[in-house]
T-cell receptor
Framework: EAQVTQNPRYLITVTGKKLTVTCSQN?????MSWYRQDPGLGLRQIYY???????DKGDVPEGYKVSRKEKRNFPLILESPSPNQTSLYFC???????????FGDGTRLSIL | AQKVTQAQTEISVVEKEDVTLDCVYE???????LFWYKQPPSGELVFLIR??????QNEISGRYSWNFQKSTSSFNFTITASQVVDSAVYFC???????????FGTGTRLLVSP
């Protein structure tokens, strides 16, 4: 089954404690992306990747890092999380950026 | 800069009513793509449609239809004979071919009551 898998689905943590949200897709897609969803703001793109070792900033990259060492994985790293990063996060992938993106089920992060 | 505006924050209708969700976009580029996604209460994002800037034909898929008008920079979504299962947040999004970034509107919450 074609899918984008995010882990964890839920996480409550404290300010400053490094965390990683993993994202994996089994469709051999080149394009992957991270979004955060906040009430009243819709979804905003954090980072995207056109292919292995190719990443670029989206609209809200501050406080986040990503890496794309393998085609299937695109982890989102919060080196020093802060409460303003409390949000619902989605990972997505597509064959190329213009194709419809397949979204993961979301990760709800709470930073206390 | 790209921007998508969904001015309707929330719409409430009674089952079987028709409802139109508005989407207005801004871009300086001539080549771009527009998308609609549905987010039901369970939270996942479901792709509904993609339209490129050179294709202004309206599209119909069952009870769903989309009206794309470049002259007014709008890509509106109509649900005919709404059903309770249509209750969700609907997002319009824009992608510019040059930047590969997908910009979402703030979403419209549709509540369909029986």
């Amino acid at each position: 089954e074609a899918q984008v898998t995010q882990n964890p689905r839920y996480l409550i943590t404290v300010t400053g404690k490094k965390l990683t949200v993993t994202c994996s897709q089994n469709m051999n897609h080149e394009y992957m992306s991270w979004y955060r969803q906040d009430p009243g703001l819709g979804l905003r793109q954090i980072y995207y990747s056109m292919n292995v070792e190719v990443t670029d900033k989206g609209d809200v990259p501050e406080g986040y890092k990503v890496s794309r060492k393998e085609k299937r994985n695109f982890p989102l790293i919060l080196e020093s999380p802060s409460p303003n990063q409390t949000s619902l996060y989605f990972c997505a992938s597509s064959e190329q950026g213009l194709r419809p993106q397949h979204f993961g089920d979301g990760t709800r992060l709470s930073i206390l | 800069a790209q921007k998508v505006t969904q001015a309707q924050t929330e719409i409430s209708v009674v089952e079987k009513e028709d409802v139109t969700l508005d989407c207005v976009y801004e871009t300086r580029d001539t080549t771009y793509y527009l998308f609609w996604y549905k987010q039901p209460p369970s939270g996942e994002l479901v792709f509904l449609i993609r339209r490129n800037s050179f294709d202004e034909q309206n599209e119909i898929s069952g009870r769903y239809s989309w009206n794309f008008q470049k002259s007014t920079s709008s890509f509106n979504f109509t649900i005919t004979a709404s059903q309770v299962v249509d209750s969700a947040v609907y997002f319009c999004a824009l992608m510019n071919t040059g930047f590969q970034k997908l910009v979402f509107g703030t979403g419209t919450r549709l509540l369909v009551s029986p």
